[in-house]
């Protein structure tokens, strides 16, 4: 098995749990605080964010990128530059702005938000930014090497840490205000991510060839040729990421506002915003692990590549990704589009959003192709793009939020529809320029057979739905129609090839079957 899938695999697997384990705690902040207390949460989410993609600038790419290549001719005192010099930038710039955003907070919650109570977690999550600032480096470390298994166990580390102290602060806090509640959720944030780092870190010090501290400024001051090549990456992944987290920042404020013209209140605006953000986005993201593990391991992989003109490789490994990633988004949507109402009664006690689930999940398969694309372009010294067509979509969705949502007979699907425009027109930007660079076979056969077998499956599945899955508890129902939904789906997908044996062997349990 190549290094790719390996580590593809390893990811895949951390994913699912990190994921599951994610939907829990999520479930337990919806039970413990409800849609309001999810709605402050959401809102002081996308400014962290923010700050952290300040703060990372960019690195963990540029990182994993520099050390594939260096790791390919075995230079050990170029990756120690590497890490010394991203060190000394992601530490200074966290150092800033951490003490800069706890002092801004209350001028952020005046000026900018229409819901004061806003501030209590924004102050609360506030000293992660360092602990995630020194993890970014460490994780682009060890995708870099294509070891995957350190971060993706941190991954499940930093979930199980959360989940168990989430339930314990917000009840602490709750009898004070959902708005202390929502801080008490941000601090289990915090802690989970300081357990995370501790386990990278341990791995990291029994893993390295060499040592980090001796001789580090010297590093340091010897690195400026390592740090305008990580720039060259960095810079303009950060443009993207700064964009992406621009609009998530921007997103709660033009919402709130259009909703207000729209005749909402500030506490149903920020009920409805938690609702789209707090429950039916997670739940329409849930491939994502697959397309998020996907995308580590193919930047690494098609840098390598690329780095020893390998450019059949390049292709070869993109056709893998793009084709995981279609399959993977072909059953969600199924899964999601049939069975939202069941689904989110049973994760967060409340139907809510259900029509939302239901209108996003088929264009949501466009989220799950644009990983790959994005990766493909940082390890083709084309972050810029990226960054371009990001800026693009970034604007689109703004703009159509404020025009839509503000429409009574709109609301909050207007902003639905703005999140959705945007995704697929970076989708499209995207794989426009990736086939710009590189030579790239575009399978219409394979498409067709896809959207036959994926269409075929709903149909089938809805028509059993609507005639046998009438009787027995809610959790009973879904997990049938779940299990048949998959069967269906994995015998077309079979039948037609799109899913081959070979591929069915990449399972470690299958693998030893076959």
Not at 96 to 117: M, V
Not at 460 to 484: C, Q
Request: charged residues 10%.
């Amino acid at each position: 098995m190549s290094k790719f899938l390996k580590g593809t695999m390893i990811l895949l697997i951390a994913g699912l749990f990190t994921r599951v384990l994610g939907f829990i705690n999520r479930m337990v902040i919806a039970r413990f605080i409800g849609g309001e207390g999810v709605g402050l949460y959401m809102m002081a989410f996308p400014t962290l964010m923010l700050v952290i993609t300040i703060t990372q600038l960019g690195l963990p790419v540029a990182i994993s990128k520099c050390i594939a290549e260096a790791a390919a001719i075995g230079d050990r005192q170029k990756i120690k530059k590497i890490l010394a010099v991203s060190l000394t930038i992601t530490v200074s710039l966290s150092l800033i702005f951490t003490p800069g955003l706890i002092l801004s907070a209350p001028y952020l919650t005046k000026t900018l938000f229409t819901d004061s109570r806003i501030y209590y977690p924004l102050v609360a999550i506030s000293p992660i930014i360092p602990i995630v600032a020194v993890s970014a480096v460490l994780r682009g470390y060890f995708q870099g090497m294509q070891n995957m298994k350190p971060y993706a166990i941190s991954q499940v580390l930093e979930q199980s840490v959360r989940i168990i102290l989430i339930a314990v602060l917000t009840t602490a806090f709750l009898q004070y205000g959902i708005e202390y509640a929502a801080a008490g959720a941000m601090i289990a944030s915090i802690v989970g991510e300081l357990a995370s780092l501790a386990y990278m870190f341990t791995m990291f010090k029994l893993r390295k060839k060499f040592k980090v501290r001796k001789k580090f400024f010297q590093a340091v001051s010897a690195g400026k040729e390592t740090f305008y090549e990580l720039m060259r990456v960095a810079l303009p992944t950060t443009g993207s990421r700064f964009i992406g987290n621009i609009s998530w920042f921007l997103e709660p404020i033009v919402v709130s506002h259009a909703l207000a013209i729209a005749g909402l209140t500030a506490a149903l605006a920020t009920k409805e915003y938690g609702v789209l953000t707090g429950f039916a986005l997670p739940l329409l993201m849930l491939p994502s692990f697959v397309t998020h593990s996907l995308s580590t391991a193919l930047v690494p992989a098609i840098s390598e590549a690329t780095s020893q003109r390998n450019f059949y490789l390049v292709e070869h490994r993109l056709q893998q990704a793009l084709r995981f990633a279609l399959l993977a988004g072909g059953i969600s949507v199924v899964i999601l589009y049939l069975f939202a109402e069941p689904i989110m009664q049973m994760m967060y006690g409340s139907t809510n959003g259900t029509n939302l689930v239901k209108l996003m999940a088929p264009f949501f398969i466009f989220q799950y192709y644009q990983g790959p694309l994005q990766a493909t372009l940082q390890a083709l010294d084309l972050a810029r793009a990226a960054m371009i067509n990001s800026l693009l979509g970034a604007v689109v969705k703004l703009g159509l939020i404020f025009v839509l949502a503000s429409k009574p007979d709109f609301g909050i699907t207007g902003a639905a529809l703005g999140i959705m425009t945007s995704t697929l027109l970076v989708t499209l930007l995207h794989f426009a320029t990736v086939i710009k660079k590189i030579q790239f076979t575009i399978y219409v056969r394979e498409y067709f057979k896809f959207i036959v077998g994926t269409v075929s499956t709903g149909l089938i599945v809805f028509w059993w739905k609507e005639h046998f899955l009438l009787h027995g508890s809610i959790f009973v129902k879904l997990i049938i129609g779940i299990i048949l939904t998959t069967i269906i789906y994995l015998v077309f997908m079979l039948c037609t090839k799109l899913i081959k044996r070979a591929d069915l062997a990449y399972i470690p349990i299958i693998k030893r079957f076959l």
